[in-house]
């Protein structure tokens, strides 16, 4: 493509500023204390599309946070893609373990990124990546290179369940007609190290309540009399992973395709350091299931781990209680072809059935969603494949991932397109954690990567 690598060189310290002004916002759509924030990053959006060279923008309402559209059709024969991504971010605490404030960005360079590194909520994930597509459109519009038609779907509240967007994905197929749909919200195996992932997790989140007796009770005149809700549960959880990290929930492994081996060889090659992520985490040994190494436990198989636990006394000091009622909040990933619905079912039944006498227990759902994965010889496909080549002189490897979009299972559903997951970040950029970060590096390689997918789509697709 013409001039793509000095045109990001020539402006790219105006990508970074503006880059810099949207994660000053504070979008956190599980906190309802920052709508007014969420509302001005929509119209912030709306209008750098505008600027990109969007022809139709709209802010469409919903009963949430609100969905940033927008359009450039061009030619009825052309292919469309459609660009999804999210304004929203995860909540910024624990606020003291930031080294510098959430909302006030800086770049730093680290080890990792000679080149520095933003630091901000958001910037990975995943404002910094959704705005490496509206850098790219700008890029294609302004220098007449945008070869095919181009749809942008922003939204709100993905962070929390992209419960609006189901419903707007269900009510507008028409307008949302596309032949490849592109997703910039996973990331890559390292800088110099070009990876496209194929695929992504189901979830089933739960939570969990266990009740023993009506009223908290001494635990001195009580102890050892009746079931204490916090042991019962820590026991019923425990129980859940056999010795070998099985997952004891009947039928839970049901449906989990099993990988050839051969397969499984091919994705042992990707690039990865034992030694260097357990140095990264500060652990001295992985944990996981057995007959599975670390790319595999966190890719084609699936999890349940407790997220949150709590229950009686945890203020300061001591006090001799035994809690009438326990509680934990449980992840459950998923790997494709298991729904997330039927675990759901699953999980409650045995919770309830490995309950002993002398406590109740009650499982809320919160939310789920299908895992994905995408086949790798499809012109979208290629076409990343190319991008990737051209932009990094590397062919790009492909690679599951463990995280989760679950509207992307949807998107197929409905829209009956494909998903290109082109991830720029890294596991290293502490996405949901205190300082999140994304590499300036990798936010210029994706805006020069971007056009290139759009051009050899277009090819391809003739
Ligand atoms: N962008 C992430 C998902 C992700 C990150 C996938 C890195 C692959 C690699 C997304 O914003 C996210 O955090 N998803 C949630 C699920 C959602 C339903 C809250 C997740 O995976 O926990
Ligand atoms: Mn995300
Ligand atoms: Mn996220």
Redesign the pocket.
């Known amino acids: 493509m013409k001039n793509i690598q000095s045109y990001v060189n020539q402006h790219k310290d105006r990508f970074l500023n503006e880059l810099i002004e949207l994660l000053k916002i504070p979008s956190i759509s599980a906190d309802s204390a920052y709508k007014n924030d969420v509302l001005k990053t929509a119209e912030t959006v709306k209008i750098s599309l505008q600027n990109a060279g969007c022809d139709v923008v709209e802010i469409c309402e919903t009963k949430g946070n609100p969905i940033v559209y927008g359009e450039k059709i061009i030619g009825q024969n052309l292919p469309t893609v459609l660009v999804y991504g999210?304004y929203d971010v995860?909540p910024p605490d624990p606020m003291n373990l930031w080294n510098s404030p959430p909302f006030e960005p800086v770049i730093k360079n680290t080890d990792l990124h000679p080149d520095g590194a933003i630091f901000a909520r958001g910037s990975?994930?995943?404002k910094g990546?959704m705005y490496m597509h509206i850098k790219a459109l700008e890029f294609m519009t302004t220098t007449n290179q945008l070869p095919c038609n181009v749809k942008f779907m922003i939204e709100g509240e993905?962070?929390?369940?992209?419960v609006s967007l189901s419903k707007f994905v269900k009510e507008n197929q028409e307008k949302l007609s596309n032949d490849i749909i592109l997703i910039s919200?996973?990331?890559m195996i390292a800088p110099g190290v070009p990876s496209i992932?194929t695929g992504?997790?189901g979830?089933s989140?739960v939570e969990v309540e266990v009740t023993g007796p009506n009223r908290d009770l001494h635990s001195g005149l009580y102890g050892g009399t009746v079931a204490n809700p916090i042991n019962i549960l820590c026991k019923m959880i425990a129980s859940m992973h056999d010795e070998n990290n099985h997952i004891t929930i009947p039928g839970f492994y049901d449906k989990v395709e099993n990988l050839s081996q051969e397969e499984r060889n091919e994705m042992a090659k990707a690039p990865f350091s034992l030694d260097e992520y357990k140095a990264a985490l500060g652990i001295d040994a992985v944990y996981g299931e057995k007959g599975y190494i670390t790319n595999e436990r966190n890719s084609i198989r699936p999890t349940l781990d407790v997220n949150g636990i709590w229950g009686g006394y945890t203020g300061e000091g001591a006090k001799t209680v035994i809690a009438s009622k326990a509680y934990a909040k449980i992840?459950m990933?998923l790997v494709p072809n298991q729904d997330w619905i039927e675990i759901t079912k699953l999980f409650t039944a045995h919770f309830e059935n490995i309950a002993p006498k002398g406590v109740t227990v009650k499982v809320t759902p919160h939310?789920?969603?299908q895992g994905y994965v995408t086949p790798t010889n499809s012109i979208g496909y290629k076409a990343a494949g190319k991008a990737y080549e051209e932009a990094f002189g590397k062919k790009p490897i492909p690679q599951r991932?463990?995280?989760?979009?679950?509207i992307v299972a949807l998107f197929e559903q409905e829209l009956k397109s494909k998903t290109i997951?082109m991830?720029f970040?890294l596991?290293s950029d502490a996405?949901?954690s205190p300082n999140e970060h994304f590499g300036v590096f990798n936010y210029l390689k994706g805006i020069e990567t971007i056009p290139l997918f759009f051009k050899y789509f277009t090819e391809l697709s003739k």
Do not use: C, K, N
């Not at 991932?401 to 679950?406: A, D, L, N």
């Open positions: 999210h995860q990975s994930d995943d990546q993905e962070e929390v369940g992209s919200d996973t990331g992932t992504l997790r979830l989140y992840s990933r939310h789920g969603g991932s463990g995280g989760s979009i679950p997951l991830g970040g596991d996405i949901h």
